[in-house]
């Protein structure tokens, strides 16, 4: 990174992250830095460039709309959005959707609906989830370290060991709006439940009337092998969240729910969400995944056989492996020798590509990993 950048960022920029490189340019899989260095990216903005960098049917999609109108206010229908809003009903199999900014939005807005239409007020969530930054958000997320600064919080919330129905069960009663859950939890490191979990939380918010809330910002768009991977388990959801790879990088959450849960006049809204950028972006990157979604799940499978030996864990494009204390070192020495890699909690190194990846990168990018593992 250019000097001046670096004392221009620690004079005006809150350090919030800790980071050493500038990323200037992408394409595909692979991203370049300002020294001119070469990586492929495993890291793809945190599960966020689905279609790699710059798909160049999102560059066209996001410049044709640019070139007609930027920015619209929900006051008025909005290009692109009610489209969007059709295909991911079509996916998910829901009924309704409404778009935020991120995902910390869209499930601060399921909590909103949660409450508004059962009445109650009480949420159960899950050890090491993570459901975002906002207030709401921060309050279904389990992470001590990042929650307790800032409580307390306005959302009651439980927390139950992460797969144990039987906690569930204890922990939901006829106060409670909804159990928020990943079924695979990304941050934590790539934790994947038992394969009952999810039919399991279905049956307990059945028997109490708390709506089930799969939080799929991570995991939706096909990062599983699937549209999304509550699909895996059969169960339908009350409600879905998702956002990161919804729009190949331009920012934009939405969530979709079922039949009869919807938000009425006035009861939610937002200046920027859902604006024809954002969803001409989403309509694109949809249309790409659609294309190379049969392929996740093989791909997804090469790389966990390239790295057998260290016991991987996944499903599709979604891939962690325990390293423990010296998951920064190696994260150090993949970036060296040209391999973006991230470290999620507890020591697990987290793979979370493009889902464009070739094979050819994908093996070149387990010789580097597997050799920084070794």
Request: glycine share 10%.
């Amino acid at each position: 990174m250019a000097e001046d950048s670096r004392v221009l960022d620690a004079r005006y920029y809150m350090p919030a992250f800790s980071r050493t490189m500038k990323i200037v340019r992408g394409a595909g899989s692979h991203v370049w830095d300002d020294q001119g260095r070469e990586y492929i990216d495993c890291v793809a903005g945190i599960a966020v460039c689905s279609t790699g960098h710059c798909h160049p049917l999102v560059v066209k999609a996001i410049c044709d709309q640019a070139h007609e109108l930027i920015h619209c206010s929900n006051l008025y229908y909005i290009p692109n959005q009610a489209e969007l809003a059709e295909r991911l009903v079509g996916i998910s199999g829901l009924a309704k959707a409404f778009f935020s900014n991120s995902g910390a939005e869209a499930n601060d807005g399921a909590i909103k609906l949660a409450r508004v239409r059962t009445g109650r007020k009480n949420f159960v969530a899950f050890t090491h989830g993570f459901h975002g930054r906002t207030c709401g958000s921060l309050a279904v997320t389990h992470k001590p370290a990042i929650r307790e600064t800032f409580e307390p919080l306005s959302v009651p919330c439980r927390f139950v060991d992460y797969g144990d129905l039987d906690a569930l069960a204890g922990a939901v009663d006829k106060e409670t709006a909804g159990v928020f859950v990943e079924p695979i939890q990304g941050e934590a490191g790539v934790l994947i439940p038992p394969d009952e979990f999810l039919r399991g939380i279905r049956d307990i918010c059945d028997d109490t009337g708390a709506l089930m809330i799969v939080d799929e910002v991570q995991t939706g768009m096909g990062r599983t092998g699937r549209w999304f991977a509550f699909q895996h388990s059969g169960v339908t959801p009350d409600i879905v969240t998702t956002a990161k790879g919804l729009a190949s990088g331009f920012p934009i959450g939405a969530l979709v729910a079922r039949e009869g849960l919807e938000f009425k006049k006035s009861e939610h809204g937002s200046t920027f969400a859902g604006g024809p950028l954002a969803c001409a972006a989403a309509l694109a990157t949809i249309g790409v995944i659609e294309e190379i979604l049969p392929d996740v799940l093989r791909k997804g499978e090469r790389f966990m056989k390239g790295l057998a030996r260290h016991n991987p864990r996944g499903r599709g494009l979604i891939i962690g492996i325990s390293v423990g204390d010296r998951c920064p070192e190696v994260q150090q020495t993949c970036a060296e020798n040209g391999v973006l890699v991230n470290c999620a909690a507890d020591g697990n190194l987290r793979l979370i590509p493009p889902l464009v990846i070739t094979d050819e990168e994908i093996d070149a990018a387990v010789g580097v990993i597997d050799a920084a593992l070794d």
